[in-house]
């Protein structure tokens, strides 16, 4: 018997290269009767801070090609 293994989370294709967030370190199944929530703790490859090297937080949002430190995927 084959086990099953979890739904991974997909990121955006326009997320910076450089943002991080636990869910990416997190092997673990959804709980479908659990409500949608994003309690990911998000931190920046460049600056190892929830702050990008522009000084803006950084976010699963905020990290878009809007900003100069992004990087693509």
């Not at 370190?25 to 998000?42: C, K, L, Q, T, V």
Request: with cysteine; glycine share 6%; proline share 8%.
């Amino acid at each position: 018997m084959a086990i099953e293994k979890p739904r991974q989370f997909k990121a955006s294709m326009n997320r910076c290269e450089k943002l991080r967030w636990k869910a990416m370190f997190i092997d673990a199944a959804p709980d479908p009767e659990a409500e949608p929530a994003s309690s990911s703790g998000y931190w920046c490859q460049h600056t190892f801070t929830c702050l990008g090297p522009d000084g803006k937080i950084v976010d699963d949002f905020e990290c878009s090609p809007a900003r100069g430190c992004y990087e693509a995927l």
